[in-house]
């Protein structure tokens, strides 16, 4: 069975950081993109971030390049997300989710980590 | 940017009837479109991708439509678990965009 579990959300200062987790199971992780997509509270969804398997390739939403680093440990079969210099408007969800071919669509998802920048 | 314009932005219907929402994009995408409902407090669930192959495990009553520019989500015979809300997403190029989703509530 496909398991993606986030961790690392919490409360966090503007100006902060954070690094949040994804642990995967029951598929070969380093054979797959793998993706953060966010969504704020009572709002919509936004993608955040893409690696490519090996980690060669990441694109990012323009509103956090710069301050949000993509990264992934295929012996782990973990996938992270560095976050830093937080903003409020950062203040969302987080959700670790699969790509499972070449096209930017996601069949399995986690079931989330709130991150709240707030002082 | 592609943007994502779903409509309606939310809609009231009952048990039964046939649901319909659109999803234009603001440049051709091809076929590069997949449909989610999300239920609150839960993450999102894929129904469609490439605009209309239905994801396994999805019901039937649930299918997409369209190229280019403009999409459909279509459920056939709206059921009790069906009420939800709806995102389109485009995957045709960085950075990938969502629709702003439409909320099926119960008439």
């Known amino acids: 069975e496909v398991q993606l579990v986030e961790s690392g959300g919490g409360l966090v200062q503007p100006g902060g950081s954070l690094r949040l987790s994804c642990a995967a199971s029951g598929f070969t992780f380093s054979s797959h993109w793998m993706t953060w997509v966010r969504q704020a509270p009572g709002k919509g969804l936004e993608w955040v971030a893409n690696i490519k398997q090996d980690g060669s390739e990441k694109y990012y939403v323009d509103s956090v390049k710069g301050r949000f680093t993509i990264s992934r440990d295929n012996a782990e079969n973990s996938l992270y997300l560095q976050m830093n210099s937080l903003r409020a408007e950062d203040t969302a969800v987080y959700y670790c989710?699969?790509?499972?071919?070449?096209?930017?669509?996601?069949?399995?998802w986690g079931q989330g980590t709130l991150v709240t920048v707030s002082s | 940017d592609i943007q994502m314009t779903q409509s309606p932005s939310s809609l009231s219907a009952s048990v039964g009837d046939r649901v319909t929402i659109t999803c234009r994009a603001s440049?051709?995408?091809?076929?590069?479109l997949a449909w989610y409902q999300q239920k609150p407090g839960k993450a999102p669930k894929v129904l469609i991708y490439s605009a209309s192959s239905l994801q396994s495990g999805v019901p039937s009553r649930f299918s997409g439509s369209g190229s280019g520019t403009d999409f459909t989500l279509t459920i056939s015979s709206l059921q009790p678990e069906d009420f939800a809300t709806y995102y389109c997403?485009?995957?045709?190029?960085?950075?990938?965009?969502f629709g702003g989703g439409t909320k099926v509530e119960i008439k």
């Open positions: 997403q485009h995957s045709d190029s960085y950075p990938v965009t």
């Open positions: 440049q051709r995408i091809s076929r590069w």
């Open positions: 989710a699969r790509v499972p071919g070449r096209d930017s669509w996601w069949d399995y």
